[in-house]
Structures are given as C-alpha cells and as structure tokens.
C-alpha cells in the first residue's frame, strides 16, 4: 500500500503538473497576443511604443526637446509613442532587454554594451549637427586656468570628473586617451561619476574636480547659451577622435512592419521636413538635446570604431558584465 500509494500519486501529479504547463502556456500566449496587438508577419506590434532617453543635461524640458520627434513618429506609425526620460543608461539598457521600451535613445557606448550584454536591439538612425554632416561629436578633457593642466598627461593622481561609467564621451574615449598617455583610469586618477555632461564641466569649474570630461556641445554652445559658462573660465586640453553620433535602436522582436515604419520615419526626421510639413509649431531650429539637425541612417557596422576603443581599454562594460 504504502509503495503503490506515491505510484498513484506521481501519475496524478504528473497529470496535473502536464495540464498546469499547457494552461500556462495557453495563457502567456494570450496575454502576449494582448501585449502585442496586431503582429502582422510576426513579432510585436503593441498599440503603444515606449521611447527612452537618457538627458546629456538635468534639463527640465528634456520632453519638449523631442516632442517634434515624438509627434512624427506617431503620424508614421498610427501608435502612440509615450516618452521616458531614464535616469542612466543602465536603466535604459536593462528596460529594452525586458521589453518594457521599444524605442531608445543610446550613447555609442551604451548601444555597444547592450548588445554585448544580449539585448537584441538594432541602431536604425543616428544624431547629426548639420544637414550633410557625418553623424558624430567629440568629447573634451577640460581643466579651470592655473591648474598646471595643459594636457591629458597631466591628469595623472588628480581628482578626474567622468560622466558615467557607460558613456561613450564621458567615460569610454577618455580612459582609451588616458590608457594611451601612460595612465591607468582605474588606479591614476581619482574618479568622481558626475551623473551628467553638465555636472562633470560644472564640477570642474567649481573646483569639486581638478579636471574632467563632457560632449564638446556641452562646453561650446549648451552651458554658454544657459549663461552658466563664460569665456576662458574652462580650457580644453584634449579632443577625442570623431565619436560615431548617439544612435536610436529599436527592439528586434519588433514586427518587421513595425521596423520599418520606424526607420523610414527617421528618415524624414530633419528640422526641414518637420518644419516642411508643420510638425514644428512654431519652427524647428533643432531637434532633441544635441540641438542638431536631424538623425542619419546608420547600421550596426558604423559603431565598429567604438568596439575598437573597447578593446583598447578592455572595460568591462565592453563585455556587458554589471
């Protein structure tokens, strides 16, 4: 008896468990049918596309700067396109690997590391100051005057301002220039993470760092316009190589109908064809906060040269470990 009872036990548990599992199954895929609403030749293609940001500045306005981005992808793809501005690029890259953002805004480094990490997302467009221009900026090593800081060499056992350990311009160029010059940016320097690429210019003007990094559009046009940066009161000591422009990925289990509604609407996302066809009300001067012209199309290849900067300062992040 007491032998055959879990016999009879275990094929009714058995049972049980194989009805549990096709219940489930048969769930999840009505509650994933309901998450993605029409996915015409597979994939997803939910009603409402999630699209986020990380500020390059603690900007207030962040939204409005790409509410004219906003609007274009919502007449392209009939969906309601919700923005989200993250809090870091960690954030940004961990809600596309859970599905819950379909649209991003990625530094350089940020796309690299996401997918080095296993998020399968595919950079589609890319941010460009000027019609024509190659999609790309620089990064700047500043210092205040009379700080004996003529050039990055000099950083070394100084109190050195990066902007996150997963940006490309605040963090990533600036250890392969320091790697270059003789020193070691986990043991030379004393590294002070900023938060912001307005944080780390402004902590070096206020002498919290002895020198730091920020996008040139930070030092040259954002700070100045704003009044919280004047004439000679920061030098520029280094300039990095052209770095490829942030790009927008979207989500790979995305419909193809959807991908492509997508990409062609980048195409058009140029402050000409927005002011062309009065998406801009009142006119478009720039779009997004790199205050440029518009996006490029770009592919995965073009964020080769970032992969080589990886490979020269062996970051972790390169491999998508945490």
Not at 122 to 128: D, L, R, S, V, Y
Not at 179 to 208: C, E, M, R, W, Y
Request: with cysteine; charged share 15%.
């Amino acid at each position: 008896m007491r032998m055959s009872t879990p016999a009879r036990s275990s094929v009714r548990f058995a049972t049980m468990a194989v009805l549990t599992a096709l219940l489930l199954a048969s769930c999840g895929q009505s509650a994933d049918a309901s998450k993605s609403g029409n996915g015409s030749g597979g994939g997803r293609n939910p009603d409402e596309l999630v699209f986020a940001a990380i500020p390059s500045e603690n900007a207030q306005s962040m939204q409005a700067g790409y509410q004219p981005l906003i609007t274009l992808l919502q007449k392209a793809t009939g969906k309601k396109i919700r923005f989200q501005s993250a809090t870091s690029y960690s954030s940004v890259i961990e809600a596309q690997r859970t599905g819950t953002v379909q649209i991003a805004q990625y530094g350089p480094f940020s796309l690299v590391t996401a997918q080095n990490s296993g998020v399968k997302v595919t950079p589609i467009a890319a941010e460009t100051v000027a019609k024509g221009a190659a999609p790309g900026y620089h990064s700047y090593g500043i210092t205040r005057p009379g700080t004996g800081i003529n050039s990055i060499a000099d950083f070394k056992g100084k109190k050195v301002c990066f902007v996150d350990p997963n940006s490309t311009s605040g963090f990533l160029y600036p250890s392969a220039a320091l790697i270059k010059a003789g020193i070691d940016p986990n043991k030379d320097v004393t590294q002070v993470i900023a938060g912001g690429h307005d944080a780390s210019a402004l902590s070096v003007l206020n002498g919290q760092c002895d020198a730091g990094f920020a996008q040139e559009s930070m030092i040259d046009t954002t700070l100045p316009g704003k009044g919280q940066l004047k004439p000679g009161q920061l030098n520029v000591v280094w300039k990095s190589e052209l770095i490829p422009g942030s790009p927008i990925a979207i989500s790979d289990d995305l419909a193809p109908i959807l991908k492509t509604k997508l990409s062609d609407a980048f195409q058009n996302a140029n402050v000409d064809y927005m002011n062309a066809n009065g998406i801009c009300t009142p006119a478009c001067n720039h779009l997004g906060e790199a205050k440029g012209w518009g996006y490029a199309t770009v592919d995965n290849s073009f964020y080769d040269t970032v992969r080589n900067v990886c490979r020269t300062t062996h970051a972790k992040q390169c491999a998508g470990q945490s």
